[in-house]
């Protein structure tokens, strides 16, 4: 085996804690720092360097705009959209309010078993169970035979030719 003096490999002591003591391990790359306080870093000295500018450009009087070789990034800032909306005091939102009944449990119309959401609308208008559900089972007032012949009666336009003229 050879020793680590002949390869010229060093071996590292371990993980490296960052300089900042936050808890997470830095890394030789980022200055012994973990990636969240670099991150910080870099942009605090951005921020400087932008109102180091901003404050020579205000103290000589220059209105140009900054041209600099680097692009400086500002950090995310997250907007929320707020609609605003003028609220009237409504005199009738008293009345409302008294007037709107919670409304109960859909039934079926023949037998007022409660239904939810599973119940079958009529033509009629009226909500069903599954065993009311057919018009032969609840006795429907609804004229099929009617809505039928006008449906068919709209679909099929009666076609009459024009009368010939008599010569």
Request: aromatic share 6%.
């Given at each position: 085996?050879?020793?680590?003096?002949?390869?010229?490999?060093?071996?590292?002591?371990?993980?490296?804690?960052?300089?900042?003591?936050?808890?997470?391990?830095?890394?030789?790359?980022t200055?012994?720092?973990?990636?969240?306080?670099?991150?910080?870093?870099?942009?605090?000295?951005?921020?400087?360097?932008?109102?180091?500018?901003?404050?020579?450009?205000?103290?000589?009087?220059?209105?140009?705009?900054?041209?600099?070789?680097d692009?400086?990034?500002?950090?995310?800032?997250?907007v929320?959209a707020v609609?605003?909306?003028?609220?009237?005091?409504?005199?009738?939102?008293?009345?409302?309010?008294?007037?709107k009944?919670?409304?109960?449990?859909?039934?079926?119309?023949?037998?007022?078993?409660?239904?939810?959401?599973?119940?079958?609308?009529?033509?009629?208008?009226s909500?069903?169970?599954?065993?009311?559900?057919?018009s032969?089972?609840?006795?429907?007032?609804?004229?099929?035979?009617?809505?039928?012949?006008?449906a068919?009666?709209?679909?099929?336009?009666l076609?009459?030719?024009?009368?010939?003229?008599?010569?």
């Open positions: 085996m050879e020793s680590t003096k002949e390869s010229g490999c060093q071996a590292s002591e371990g993980p490296i804690l960052c300089v900042n003591n936050c808890g997470f391990f830095g890394s030789s790359a200055m012994n720092m973990c990636s969240k306080c670099h991150k910080d870093m870099v942009l605090n000295h951005q921020n400087a360097k932008l109102a180091a500018t901003s404050i020579e450009n205000i103290v000589n009087g220059s209105t140009s705009t900054i041209t600099q070789k692009p400086i990034f500002a950090p995310a800032v997250n929320e609609s605003v909306e003028s609220k009237k005091p409504d005199l009738s939102s008293g009345l409302n309010s008294e007037t009944v919670k409304a109960g449990p859909t039934r079926c119309s023949s037998c007022s078993k409660r239904v939810g959401l599973t119940g079958f609308s009529c033509r009629c208008g909500i069903f169970c599954s065993v009311h559900r057919y032969d089972k609840h006795e429907c007032p609804f004229d099929y035979r009617a809505a039928a012949q006008d068919i009666a709209k679909a099929n336009p076609v009459k030719a024009d009368k010939l003229d008599k010569i």
